[in-house]
Nanobody, 123 residues
Framework: VQLQASGGGLVQAGGSLKLSCVASTRTSSAFTMGWFRQAPGNEREFVAA????????SDADSMKGRFTISRDSAMTTVYLEMTNLRPEDTAVYYC?????????????????WGQGTQVTVSS
């Protein structure tokens, strides 16, 4: 499956963005899609994951209560809604997909990756 992420951009602190990730093929019911981010000089960081059974958000205090993951009914598109953005949210955001219903937080668990979309939050 190929993934296409979009929706990134430049936003002022306190603003919002909604990222989208479209899968090129209809995914099976046992499919999980996730969002990760990577800032310059930092390791890739889990943001959220979702499948037909539910969703999982990062436990990081820096993201709690501000990010929401959702999906369409066909599991071909997932969204990451980000509110009250902060400069430290600046990163390339990647969507990823894996077979199986484990909403894994490790990037190595995901077999397919999109190209990433840049989110820049200015202070």
């Amino acid at each position: 499956v190929q993934l296409q992420a979009s929706g990134g951009g430049l936003v002022q602190a306190g603003g919002s963005l909604k990222l989208s990730c479209v899968a090129s093929t209809r995914t099976s019911s046992a499919f999980t899609m996730g969002w990760f981010r990577q800032a310059p000089g930092n390791e890739r960081e889990f943001v959220a994951a979702i499948n037909r059974g539910g969703s999982r958000m990062s436990d990081a205090d820096s993201m709690k209560g501000r990010f929401t993951i959702s999906r369409d009914s066909a599991m071909t598109t997932v969204y990451l809604e980000m509110t009250n953005l902060r400069p430290e949210d600046t990163a390339v955001y990647y969507c990823a997909a894996k077979i199986g219903l484990s909403r894994a937080t490790l990037g190595s668990s995901y077999a397919a990756w999109g190209q990433g979309t840049q989110v820049t939050v200015s202070s």
